[in-house]
Every structure is written in structure tokens, then in C-alpha cells.
Nanobody, 119 residues
Framework: QVQLVESGGGSVPPGGSLRHPCVAS????????MGWYRQAPGNGRDLVAT???????IYDDSVKGRFTISRDNANNTIHLQMNNLKPEDTDVYYC?????????????WGQGTQVTVSS
């Protein structure tokens, strides 16, 4: 059972920055795409950014140019660097591990961390 442990959430004013790490309990990056999703109360989880096992990344249009996803293979960690945060970025953020190929293994989620952007 893989565990994904997140940290780094918090409360910042508009324009602020947060760095959001997610540590995997095992080295899974070769067989999993990793990503971040966010969820507002009463809504489903929306994709924020993903980084594939080969290293390529995809971003939702709402965060392009402001957020950066990166991977530290030596420490089984992915990071979400969030800059120029806006009030509409306020959500619970979840780290995700999606298996390759799809359906071949379990999907894993982090525990979720709250990000609040408010003046």
C-alpha cells in the first residue's frame, strides 16, 4: 500500500506563494504519473497539474504561468510551487498517483491540505 503524504498548505494573501510537497512511501515514479488536484466543498476534484513518468507536465489553463510541478526522484517527492496566488485558488489540494498503464495498479491519493488565499 503506497502512502502519499502532503504538507505545505496554509493561508496567504493574494499574490503570495506556497510550495506544496508530496512524499511517496515508495519509489513509484517509473510506473505512475503524479499530479495535483483540487476540490471545493460540494464539487468534484479538478486537475491542477500532472507530471508524467517521462517528465512531461500538463497544467490546467487557470494555473499556467503561475504554478510549477516538479519531481525529486531521489526523495520520492513531487512539488507544486504556487506563485501569484488568487482567491479563486482557495481549495483543498490532493496529491495523486495514477498507474501506468491505466487500470494496472491501484490509484493513490494524499490526505488533502487546505490552501486559503485571502486578504
Amino acid at each position: 500500500q503506497v502512502q502519499l503524504v502532503e504538507s505545505g498548505g496554509g493561508s496567504v494573501p493574494p499574490g503570495g506563494s506556497l510550495r506544496h510537497p508530496c512524499v511517496a512511501s515508495e519509489n513509484i515514479f517509473r510506473v505512475y504519473d503524479m499530479g495535483w488536484y483540487r476540490q471545493a466543498p460540494g464539487n468534484g476534484r479538478d486537475l491542477v497539474a500532472t507530471i508524467a513518468s517521462g517528465g512531461s507536465s500538463i497544467y490546467d489553463d487557470s494555473v499556467k504561468g503561475r504554478f510549477t510541478i516538479s519531481r525529486d526522484n531521489a526523495n520520492n517527492t513531487i512539488h507544486l510551487q504556487m506563485n501569484n496566488l488568487k482567491p479563486e485558488d482557495t481549495d483543498v489540494y490532493y496529491c495523486n498517483a495514477a498507474p501506468l498503464p491505466v487500470g494496472s495498479r491501484d490509484v493513490y491519493w494524499g490526505q488533502g491540505t487546505q490552501v486559503t488565499v485571502s486578504s
